[in-house]
C-alpha cells in the first residue's frame, strides 16, 4: 500500500534536516504507515517529542505536534493524554532522550499504564550533539566522550520497560521495515503504555567512528545480530551474547489509568448528584 | 594587514579541517595573529559547512568576518550565498567540480579563480583530499602563510597513513594555482 | 505493446539524499544507482515495497499503475 | 447556630478554591513543604470537579505536564516551593517560549537549598523573574492574605489565558499556611477569562503571529484535538511554529515575546496604596510583610508620622509607574522591608536614583519581620 | 619548519586546558551545544592526567556528582548551556549551601527554552545570578578571549578553592567555539590555589565555623575519608553541620554565607580598563561584545571621540567600585551592549543614578553586535 | 553482639526525630550492625542520602556523611566513589527519594554498576511531607494525595533495579531485621551496584490511613505477605498476587566501573611513560 | 477587642484541631476577623505542636501572637517553652494529667486554671477527646465565641461517630470551668 | 545465689520512645511494657537479640554479663 505522504507529512517542510541514510526516516516513515494502515484519525493524533535529531521528526508530521524539552516528552504527553483521553498520543524520543535525561519519565509512564505509545529511535548515540555516548552506546564502543572506548554497561530499553511494570514492549530495527510498521501497529492499537525501541543507525556519528562505514552496513549489522523472539526464548545466557530480541517482547492485560480515572469521576459525580 | 578568508560547502567536505590547518599554520608558524570561527547547524550537526580565518598583523577585536577577501566555494548553495559578500577586488576560488561558473556580473569585481577541485583530488586516489587541494590554491594565490607552513599544519592534522596523498593534493593546488 | 506494467516507481529528486538503501534492499534489482536512484527493469518489479519502506527520506514510491488496457 | 458567610480558610486551600473557580481542570505537581496542602486540595476536589489531578515523579515532569494539558485545553496549575521552583525553570522557559498559559504555585521557605521546609521567606522573588535561561519575561503575583490567595489566583488564571503566558503565584509560607477568616467572592462577582481561540480555519492558522489576537503581540491559540494541526517547540521559531534560523524573524519573534508582557505594564501591575497621599515615608512590602508593615504605618500615625505603604500586589512587572508617583511625592525614605537579603532593593532603587534613600529591613531565618522593627525603622528615617 | 610557542586553541578546548593546569581531576558532564567541546576534551585528557571523566545522565546528576567528588577532595567542574545550567539550579544552591568548590561552565546560547543552540547569546548573566531559590551569592568570571578562557580558569578554581564556593564561568557561544592564536602561561607562571585543610583534630573540627580559615568566614574544608567524620547538609545548619531550628544561629550562618562573598568584593570584583583616563563616552562590556566594544573605541579615538571601555572580568559579584570611578568621571554615557534584553543594564544604572545616562544595545538573536553599531551609539551620545 | 553504639552513633545528636514504632530506626541499626559486623573502617565509610524521613537517618551516623537533595543522594554519591574508589559509599534513600524524584539516578547507577550500597527505606509513602502516595503505595491505599484510592500501579523496586542492569538486588523488612542486616552485608561486601529494598513502616501516615493502627500490625502485614525467594520461585502468578519475594534476588558477576577505569587510567600513563 | 491564644503540646494531641475549632468557632459565628497559625516541625511531620489564635474585632494585620493572652499547655516541654511569654495577667490552662504545676512566680502574674484534661478525656472514653474538654474549659473560661458557636464549629469537624463523645467532653470543659 | 544471670537487657529511658516492639518481639515474655519497657524475668532471656534489633530507637541493649561468679 503505497503512502499518501501528502496527507501525513508536512511537505512544505521537506526534504528533512537527517543525513543521508540516517535510519530516522526509516523508522518515522513505519509510524506514518503505521497510522496510516490502523486509519487514526489525523485530528485526534498528537506527536510529541523531546529533543535530538529523532525528536525533530514530528516537525514533518501533519498533526499537532510538539517539541518539548530534552528528556521531557513523556511528561508533557502525560499531560495531554489525562487532558483529553480521547487523543492517540505517540512520542517520538532517542536513546539519550529517553534513557539519559528522561528515564525516570520513561519508567514512570510505564508503571502506571498511561495509554502513550512511545517509540524510541535508538541509535547508540547522541546524534543532533555530535556524537557522545550514551546509555545504549554498546560497551567498547567509540564515541566523542568514549574515546577510549565505553566503560559502561548499556540498558536493554525493553528490560527496563518490563522491569518498570510495562505491560507492552517490543523491539525491531531499520532493515526490518516491514515488522517494525506491524509492531508499531500493535503498539499504537495497545490500550496502555505500549514501548517500541526502534534500533535506528547514525551514519554521521556512531557508524563513522565504529567502522560501520554505510548506512547499508549499520543495517546488516543489525538484521546479523537480532533474533526472533521466538528463537531468544530457546538461547542460552552464551548463545544471547552481542544479540538482542526482536518482536513482541511483552504484551499483558492491564486497567489503564485514564480509564480508572475516568471511573473515578463518574463515581464523585453520581455521589455529588445524589 | 588583516586579511579574511573563507572557506564554504558542505558538510563532509573537510572545509571546517582546512580552516583549522590554515589558522594552525598561522598560529604556529608565523608571528601574526590568528582567529578562525565556523558554522554550525541547527544543534550542531550536518548540513551546510562555513569556516572562516583571520589572519592579522593586529590585535584581532571583532572575531567575525562579514566581507571576506578570500573565498573557497565548494558547493552550489556555498556559492550563491556568500559571492555576494566578497569584498571587491577579492578573490574567489571555486571548485568546478560542484558549482557554476561566477556570474558575470561578479565576475568583473572579483578575481576568479576556477578549478575543478574535487575532481582532482578524486584523481588523486580519494575525494576526501579535496579541501587539502583546495588548501594548496588558496595559499599559492594569497601567500597568506609560507606553504612549507602550510604543509606542516596538514601533516600536523590529517590520519595517519594519509600524509602522502594529503601532501600531493596540496601540491596539486599549488599546480593549479601557478597554472592559471 | 508487449507485456504490461503493474508498477511505478518514481522517485522524488528533491528529496532523494542518495543513499542508495533503495537500491540496496530492492530484491528483484529493479533499481540502479546513478546520480538518484533510477529504474533500470521495471517489469521485474513485483510491487515488495522494499525500496520505500527503507527509504530514510519518503523520496522513493511505488504505485500500483492504472489499467490502460 | 446560624452561620454567617464568612469561611476559615487556609492560604494554601484558598489558592485551590480560587484555582477552581477560574477554571483550573488539570494540576500535576510533586509534594513539598510549604506548598504540599495544595495538591492535597486539588487531589480531593479536582475530580469532583470533573477535572484530573495527578501527582508526577518530579517537579520538572509535573510543570511538563501542566503544559501539555494546557496545550490540550485544560486550564493547568502545578504548585511547588523553592528546590522545586528551580527545578522547574527550564520547563518553565518552555512555556513562555511555547506561550501556553497556566499557572505556577511557589510557596516561599528559607534557602537556599533545602534551607528550612516550614519557615517563611521571600528569598524566590528575583528568581521568579531570572530563574530560567534567556531573556523572557514573567508574570508573578504575591498575595498578603487570605482572601487574596484566592482572588489572586483568579487573577493569575485571567492573565494566564489572556496574554498567554505562564503566571507564577509567589505565597510565602506565612500566607500559605494562615488560616483566615475569608467570604469569598461570589461566582457572579468573579471575572473569568479565557484564552482567545483562533477564528480562521485551520490551514490559515498562525500560533505565533506577529499581529493577531485581541491583545496585541498576543497570537489566539487552538487546542491539540481540534483539527488545527499545529507546532509547538522550544526551539526559536517563526509565526508558523516551526524553528527558524533567520536572524531578522527570530530578533522579531523575540521582541514581541517579551513586549507583550513589557508593554502591557499598565494594564498588569496591580499595587495597594495605603496612606500614600501625604507620606513622609513609604515602606514598600509585599505578601506577609506587608501586613506587619500595614500595622506599623498604623502605628506611626498614631504617633504623629506620616507613614504610608506601597504594596506591589504585582512583582512582576515591576510596578515602576507607582514608585515614580511615591518618587514624584519626595518623600524622606522608602524602607523596604523583606525576608530575604534585599532582593527587591536593587530595583527600587534604581527607581529612585540618587535623591530618595532607600532603607532595606532583611531576614533571612525564617522569622517574620514585625511592626515594632518596621517602625523603629521609619522613627530613625524622619 | 619550526615552530613557534603558540597554539591554536579553542575557547572550550582552552577552558579544559586551564581546568586541568589548576588541578582538575573530576568532570562530570551532560553534552548541550555549545559546551560539548568542554566534556569531550575532558573525556580525551582526565584519565591521562589521572583524573576521571563521567558523563551522568542528565545534568541535575553532574552537578551533584561533582559536589560528591569535590567533598572528597578533588577539584571537580561541569559544563553545560542555559537549558542544562537551569536544571542544574537545584544542586548549584546545594554546592552553595553546603561551601562545596567547583567549577561551573555555562557556554551561553540563545533562549529563552532550547532557542537556538548554535547561536551567540549573553542571555544568562542574570540566571547565574539569581537562578537558584533563597538568597545565596555567587561568583560569576566572563573571558572575552580564548587565552582568557585559560587564565579565567585557573582563576575560578582558584577563587572556589579560596571561599569555598561554586564559581560560574560564563562563556558566550563565540568565546566557547571561537580558536585563537594563544601562547599559553607555563606551570610557573600560574598562580594555583589550594583549599584551607583544617589543622584541628577531628573532635573539634567545625566544618562551618563562623570565625576560622585564611579569610575570615571561609571556614577549612576537610575531605571525606580523612578521618574528619563530618556531615554536610543543605539544611541550615550550625557551625558543626547539623541542621537548626534555631532563628539565631541560622541568621548568623546565612549571613555569613553571603558576606564571605559580598564583603570581598575587592578582591574579586577583576575589570578591564581601556582608553578609559579621558573617557566621554564609556562602553561597560563584557564577554565577545567586549572585542567589538574594543574594536569601537579605536575606531571612535581614530575619529576623535574620546571613548573608553570598562570591562567587568568578574560579573558577580558587580563591578560597582569600578563604575563608581567612572561616574566620578561624569563621561557623557555609559552604554551597554549586550546580547540579551539589557540584563546588566539595571545594576549599571543603578550605581548611575539619575546623574550619568546610560544606553542599551541589545541583539537577541544570535548575532555578534557589530562594531559600527557601537560606533553609531557612541557618535549619537556625544 | 551487641552493638558499641557510641563507636557508630552521634550520640549527642540523639535521641532521633523519628515517630515512636518508625521502621526507619530498625533498618538503621541493620546497617550499623551490619558495617559492625563487617568491622568496616568507620573513616573509610561515606553515608549519603537525599530528602525525607529516611534520609535523616545519617544525621545520627559517625561517619563521614551527606545529606543531599531530593532524589539525588545517587548521583552525589557517584562523585564520591568516582574520586575515591577506596571508600565504601552507602547511600540511604526513601521510596519517594529513590524511585519517584530519584528514579532516573538509580537506574543508572544500576547500569553502570558502580560499587555503591543503596539501601531503599521504603515505607510506601512519602513520610516526611506528611503522607502523599508514592510510586511505592499499593493500588487502592490511602494517602492525602489518594483520598480515594491509589489510582496507579506500584514499582517492584527489585524488578526495576534488575530491568536496568543491576546485578545485585535484595529485600526484606523490619520485621526480618537479622534477615536485613545479613542482606546489608552481602549487598556492601559485594564489588559493584547493589540495592537492597528494605520494607519499613511509617505508623504515622501510611498506617494511620489504611487501618494498620500500630506498628506491630504492620510488621506483621510484611510477615504475612513476604516469601522467602526460593518459594517464591515455585508460586504460580496467582498465588503471588498481593506477596513479595523476600532474599537476595539476583546476585552476578559483573565488571564494576571503577575498576575499569583504574585500569584504563594505567594504560593511559603507561602509554605516556613509554 | 483583640485576643491572641495558644495551644500547645505534643503531635497526637489534637491541638491543632482545637485550634482551628476555636477559629472557625469565631469564623463562622460571630462577626469578629480571625486569623489561626500553627507551627510545624522540620518539614511538616511529628514532634512538638503549637497553634496560635486570634481573634479580633479590628483587621489583624500582624497575623502572629506574640505574647498570648490565654495559653493552653497540654505538654510539660510546651509549658516550660511558653509560659513566660504569656502577658502579665493572662490566663494560663494548665493540663495537669502532664504538666507540672506552675511554678510560683509565673503563678502571681498570670490567672492559672489547672484540671487534668487529658486523665478527664479518658475517663469519657478516649483521651483522644482530650483537646475538647480543653475547648471547653479555654471558651467557658474566656467567653471568647459563644459557647453554642463552639459545639457547632466541634460537631462540623470531628469524624462521624464521635459527635456524643466530644459533646460530652466540651461539656466536661466547660463543667470544669465553672466549677473552679 | 541461685542461678547466674546470662543476659543484661537495659533500657535507655531518654531514647525510649515507647513503641513497645521491643515487648512483642520478644519470644521468651522476658518484657513487660511499664512507662518504658522494663525487665519482669530476666533469667527466661536466652541473648536472642530480638528485641534490641526491632527497637527503631537505639534504646534497648542486651549485654552478655562478665562471669562474675
Ligand atoms: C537539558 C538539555 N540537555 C542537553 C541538551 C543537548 N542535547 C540535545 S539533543 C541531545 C542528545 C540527543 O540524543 P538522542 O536522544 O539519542 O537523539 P538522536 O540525536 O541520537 O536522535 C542532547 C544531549 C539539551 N538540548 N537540553
Ligand atoms: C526537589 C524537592 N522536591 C520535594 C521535596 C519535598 N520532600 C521532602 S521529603 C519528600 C518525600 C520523602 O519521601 P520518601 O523518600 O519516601 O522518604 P520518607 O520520608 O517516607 O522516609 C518530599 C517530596 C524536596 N525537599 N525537594
Ligand atoms: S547525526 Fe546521525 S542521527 Fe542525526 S541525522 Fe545525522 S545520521 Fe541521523
Ligand atoms: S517495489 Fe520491490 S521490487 Fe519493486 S522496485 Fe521496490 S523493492 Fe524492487
Ligand atoms: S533510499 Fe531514498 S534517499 Fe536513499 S537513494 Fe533511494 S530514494 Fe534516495
Ligand atoms: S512520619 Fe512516618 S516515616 Fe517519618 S518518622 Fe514518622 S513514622 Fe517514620
Ligand atoms: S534478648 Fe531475646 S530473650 Fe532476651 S529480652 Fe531480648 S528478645 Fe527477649
Ligand atoms: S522498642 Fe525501643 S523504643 Fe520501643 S519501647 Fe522498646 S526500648 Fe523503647
Ligand atoms: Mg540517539
Ligand atoms: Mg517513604
Chains 1, 6 share one sequence.
Not at chain 1, 155 to 163: A, E, K, Q, R, S
Not at chain 4, 91 to 108: D, M, T
Amino acid at each position: 500500500m503505497a503512502l499518501p505522504i501528502d496527507k501525513y507529512l508536512r511537505v512544505a517542510k521537506m526534504p528533512h534536516i537527517w543525513c543521508p541514510g540516517c535510519g530516522h526516516g526509516i523508522v518515522t516513515q513505519a509510524i506514518v504507515r503505521a497510522i496510516h494502515e490502523l486509519e487514526l484519525d489525523t485530528e485526534k493524533t498528537v506527536v510529541v517529542s523531546g529533543i535530538g535529531c529523532s525528536a525533530r521528526a514530528p516537525g514533518y508530521l501533519h498533526f499537532d505536534t510538539l517539541h518539548t524539552t530534552h528528556g521531557r516528552a513523556i511528561a508533557f504527553a502525560t499531560g495531554i493524554k489525562m487532558a483529553k483521553p480521547e487523543l492517540n498520543v505517540i512520542v517520538i524520543t532517542g536513546d539519550g532522550d529517553a534513557a539519559a535525561i528522561g528515564g525516570n519519565h520513561l519508567i514512570h509512564a510505564a508503571r502506571r499504564n498511561l495509554d502513550l505509545t512511545v517509540i524510541c529511535f535508538n541509535n547508540n548515540i547522541y546524534g543532533m550533539t555530535s556524537g557522545q555516548y550514551s546509555p545504549l552506546t554498546p560497551q567498547g564502543s567509540y564515541a566523542t566522550t568514549s574515546p577510549y572506548g565505553m566503560l559502561e554497561k548499556p540498558f536493554d530499553l525493553c528490560n527496563l520497560v518490563i522491569g518498570a511494570g510495562g505491560t507492552f514492549a517490543a523491539r525491531s530495527t531499520t532493515y526490518h521495515a516491514r515488522q517494525l510498521t506491524n509492531l508499531i501497529k500493535e503498539a499504537i492499537a495497545y490500550k496502555g503504555f505500549a514501548f517500541v525501541d526502534a534500533l535506528s543507525q547514525c551514519p554521521t556519528y556512531f557508524g563513522r567512528r565504529n567502522k560501520l562505514r554505510t548506512p547499508l552496513e549499520m543495517m546488516n549489522w543489525f538484521k546479523d545480530r537480532s533474533v526472533p523472539v521466538s528463537s531468544w526464548e530457546k538461547l542460552s545466557p552464551e548463545e544471547r551474547e552481542g544479540k538482542f530480541a526482536i518482536g513482541v517482547l511483552t504484551k499483558a492485560q492491564a486497567t489503564e489509568l485514564t480509564e480508572v480515572y475516568k471511573q473515578l469521576i463518574e463515581q464523585l459525580q453520581q455521589r455529588g448528584g445524589e | 594587514m588583516r586579511m579574511e578568508l573563507r572557506l564554504a560547502g558542505e558538510g563532509g567536505q573537510g572545509l571546517i579541517t582546512a580552516g583549522i590547518i590554515l589558522a594552525e599554520a598561522g598560529a604556529k608558524y608565523t608571528d601574526l595573529n590568528v582567529v578562525q570561527t565556523q558554522s554550525y547547524g541547527p544543534e550542531s550537526r550536518g548540513g551546510a559547512s562555513r569556516a572562516d580565518v583571520i589572519i592579522s598583523s593586529d590585535e584581532i577585536d571583532y572575531p567575525q568576518v562579514k566581507n571576506p577577501d578570500v573565498l573557497v566555494v565548494m558547493a552550489q548553495e556555498a556559492s550563491d550565498k556568500y559571492l555576494q559578500s566578497v569584498k571587491n577586488g577579492g578573490t574567489v576560488i571555486v571548485d568546478t567540480t560542484y558549482v557554476k561558473p561566477v556570474p558575470e556580473a561578479e565576475s568583473q569585481r572579483l578575481k576568479v579563480i576556477e578549478f575543478p577541485i574535487s575532481a582532482k583530488a578524486r584523481e588523486l586516489g580519494r575525494e576526501i583530499a579535496a579541501n587539502i587541494v583546495a588548501l594548496g590554491l588558496l595559499v599559492e594565490t594569497t601567500g597568506i602563510v609560507p606553504k612549507d607552513a602550510a604543509v606542516a599544519a596538514v601533516l600536523d592534522r590529517v590520519p595517519k597513513g594519509t600524509e602522502e596523498l594529503n601532501k600531493q593534493a596540496f601540491a596539486a593546488g599549488v599546480e593549479a594555482a601557478k597554472a592559471l | 505493446m508487449g507485456k504490461t506494467l503493474q508498477w511505478e516507481v518514481s522517485v522524488n529528486s528533491k528529496w532523494c539524499k542518495k543513499c542508495g538503501l533503495c537500491v540496496e534492499f530492492c530484491p528483484r534489482d529493479v533499481l540502479e544507482m546513478n546520480d538518484i536512484p533510477t529504474v533500470k527493469d521495471a517489469a521485474r518489479c513485483i510491487g515488495c515495497l522494499m525500496c520505500e519502506m527503507h527509504c530514510p527520506d519518503f523520496a522513493i514510491t511505488v504505485k500500483r499503475r492504472e489499467n490502460n488496457g | 447556630m446560624a452561620k454567617n458567610q464568612a469561611r476559615l480558610l487556609q492560604g494554601n486551600e484558598a489558592v485551590v478554591e480560587g484555582a477552581i473557580a477560574a477554571g483550573l481542570r488539570f494540576f500535576a505537581g510533586y509534594p513539598i513543604t510549604p506548598s504540599t496542602e495544595i495538591a492535597e486540595h486539588c487531589a480531593a476536589k479536582l475530580p469532583v470537579a470533573g477535572g484530573k489531578f495527578i501527582q508526577m515523579e518530579d517537579e520538572i515532569a509535573s510543570m511538563a505536564a501542566i503544559c501539555g494539558a494546557s496545550l490540550a485545553g485544560l486550564k493547568s496549575m502545578t504548585a511547588t516551593s523553592g528546590p522545586g521552583f528551580s527545578l522547574k525553570q527550564e520547563n518553565l522557559g518552555f512555556a513562555v517560549k511555547g506561550e501556553i498559559p497556566c499557572v505556577v504555585v511557589n510557596v516561599q521557605r528559607v534557602g537556599p537549598s533545602t534551607g528550612m521546609p516550614t519557615s517563611t521567606a521571600q528569598g524566590d522573588v528575583m528568581q521568579a523573574r531570572w530563574g530560567s535561561h534567556g531573556d523572557h519575561e514573567i508574570v508573578a503575583l504575591c498575595p498578603a492574605s487570605v482572601k487574596e490567595a484566592f482572588t489572586l489566583t483568579v487573577e493569575a488564571f485571567n492573565i494566564a489565558e489572556e496574554y498567554r503566558t505562564p503566571v507564577v503565584l509567589l505565597l510565602d509560607e506565612t500566607i500559605g499556611h494562615l488560616r483566615e477568616k475569608v467570604i469569598l467572592p461570589s461566582k457572579e462577582e468573579l471575572v473569568v477569562k479565557d484564552r482567545e481561540k483562533p477564528n480562521v480555519p485551520p490551514e490559515q492558522y498562525k500560533p505565533f503571529a506577529m499581529d493577531q489576537g485581541r491583545i496585541p503581540g498576543v497570537p489566539p491559540l487552538a487546542a491539540y484535538g481540534e483539527g488545527f494541526k499545529f507546532h509547538v517547540t522550544g526551539l526559536t521559531h517563526g509565526e508558523d511554529g516551526f524553528p527558524t534560523g533567520n536572524p531578522a524573524i527570530a530578533e522579531k519573534q523575540l521582541r514581541r515575546l517579551n513586549e507583550k508582557i513589557s508593554s502591557n505594564k499598565k494594564a498588569l501591575c496591580k499595587v495597594e496604596k495605603f496612606f500614600l497621599e501625604d507620606a513622609e515615608v513609604v515602606i514598600f512590602a509585599y505578601g506577609a510583610t506587608a501586613r506587619s508593615a500595614r500595622k506599623a504605618v498604623r502605628d506611626a500615625r498614631a504617633v504623629g508620622i506620616k507613614a504610608g505603604m506601597l504594596r506591589p500586589i504585582t512583582i512582576w512587572p515591576f510596578v515602576e509607574d507607582a514608585l515614580l508617583e511615591v518618587k514624584a511625592g519626595r518623600p524622606k525614605a522608602v524602607i523596604v522591608p523583606e525576608m530575604n537579603l534585599g532582593q527587591l532593593v536593587l530595583p527600587v532603587k534604581s527607581v529612585m536614583g540618587d535623591s530618595v534613600p532607600v532603607i532595606p529591613i532583611n531576614k533571612l531565618a525564617g522569622q517574620l519581620i514585625t511592626p515594632e522593627e518596621i517602625l523603629s525603622a521609619m522613627k530613625e528615617a524622619v
